[in-house]
């Protein structure tokens, strides 16, 4: 989706999504609008559905005719409830605004909001409605980005200090941070290309995983135990040129309950592909059929896009064929890829499987608006 930023209004609840089925025989896709998005062709605003649980339960964000992004949490059955994160810049035209990243199993939402300075703030939302806003220590720039909730309500992402650096963060449930770099991280900001650290997502035990760039600005994964023990590891054929490598800035990792992780790599020819990395460190590469094969194109991207990975095993992402348009796929268990679009999708944009191999994301329409949609096996 085209990067504006956050939102502040009360909470309302708004029932009966704007919701069409199309049945396939393999497949069956549910398109949704979150009420108040702006529809208007040519906005390329919309719906942009980001994060959901093992329930069904859907968080995401929207963004209104004042240009103003806007929280919410779709109910299992389909009801909405839209939110904004006290704080968050509601003026209209500012971009500003409330913009969820990831909501765990008993409902707990976290994610990013734009305050009337431009600044981005973390902000936990539990079940029952209430907010915590917070920032990590030391952060500046562009300021702190909430990427992934656990169950127990442990919380990862990244922010930027007053130079523009990125550095990874753990809030643990308690509300104490932790902040961490790989080893030889670039450390030149953002106007030198460096993108820095990012933790992208944490399961149950703790264990978080991400990605960081080197002083040569190339990729490789990282993983930090629950000690604060951090493992590098770079995926064999992974280029080492200048955005190349594994895991790119903006590329979330998935990662399950038993330690295993889905996400990118770039090789030298700078094309992308999937990877499996099984607990025990074994990797093994994929790519989807129809997958292009040129510079930015292939099963992946080089910026800005998810992995998703149950824990059955099943994996979802996005590939770009050879004309640089981007489709979903699902990757099963025993390694048979099966690639979709919703209906009138000119470029689908998968982020989450769940347990029961439902596949959340949005997609772009002809007239260039963004829509949710739910894949159901």
């Given at each position: ?34 009420p108040g998005a702006n529809m208007a062709a040519g ?132 509300g104490k941070f932790t902040t961490f770099a790989g ?121 800005d896009c998810y992995v998703s990975l149950n824990d ?66």
């Amino acid at each position: 989706m085209n990067s504006k930023t956050s939102a502040a209004i009360p909470a309302m609840v708004v029932l009966g999504a704007l919701a069409i089925s199309v049945q396939s025989p393999a497949q069956k896709i549910i398109t949704f609008d979150a009420p108040g998005a702006n529809m208007a062709a040519g906005s390329f605003d919309g719906t942009a559905a980001v994060g959901m649980n093992n329930l069904g339960a859907v968080t995401g964000f929207y963004i209104d005719a004042n240009s103003v992004y806007n929280g919410f949490f779709r109910s299992p059955e389909g009801g909405f409830t839209t939110f904004q994160a006290p704080g968050a810049n509601t003026t209209p035209g500012s971009f500003g605004g409330t913009s969820p990243t990831s909501i765990n199993d008993v409902g707990m939402i976290t994610g990013n909001y734009s305050d009337a300075q431009g600044l981005t703030h973390g902000f936990l939302r539990d079940k029952e409605g209430k907010f915590t806003t917070f920032d990590v220590k030391g952060a500046g720039g562009f300021g702190s980005f909430p990427i992934a909730i656990n169950l127990e309500g442990d919380i990862v992402g990244y922010y930027t200090d007053s130079n523009l650096e990125f550095y990874a963060f753990l809030r643990d449930r308690n509300g104490k941070f932790t902040t961490f770099a790989g080893p030889n991280v670039c450390v030149t900001g953002v106007s030198a290309g460096c993108y820095g650290n990012e933790a992208t997502n944490i399961n149950l035990l703790k264990t978080s995983v991400g990605n960081y760039m080197d002083v040569n600005l190339s990729g490789h994964g990282l993983i930090r135990s629950p000690g604060g023990t951090l493992t590098t590891y770079d995926v064999p054929g992974a280029g080492t040129g200048t955005y190349q490598g594994t895991g790119c800035p903006g590329c979330f990792a998935g990662f399950n309950v038993w330690g295993a992780i889905a996400a990118t790599y770039t090789d030298s020819n700078s094309v992308a592909h999937g990877y499996l990395r099984s607990p025990d460190g074994t990797i093994t590469t994929f790519d989807a059929p129809g997958a292009g094969t040129g510079v930015y194109q292939g099963t992946g991207c080089f910026s800005d896009c998810y992995v998703s990975l149950n824990d059955w095993g099943a994996i979802t992402g996005l590939y770009s064929d050879s004309n640089y348009v981007d489709h979903g796929y699902v990757r099963s268990p025993q390694g048979k890829i099966v690639t979709f679009d919703p209906p009138g999708s000119i470029g689908t944009f998968p982020f989450v499987i769940n347990n029961a191999g439902t596949v959340l994301g949005y997609y772009l329409d002809a007239n260039d608006v963004y829509h949710g949609f739910l894949r159901i096996p």
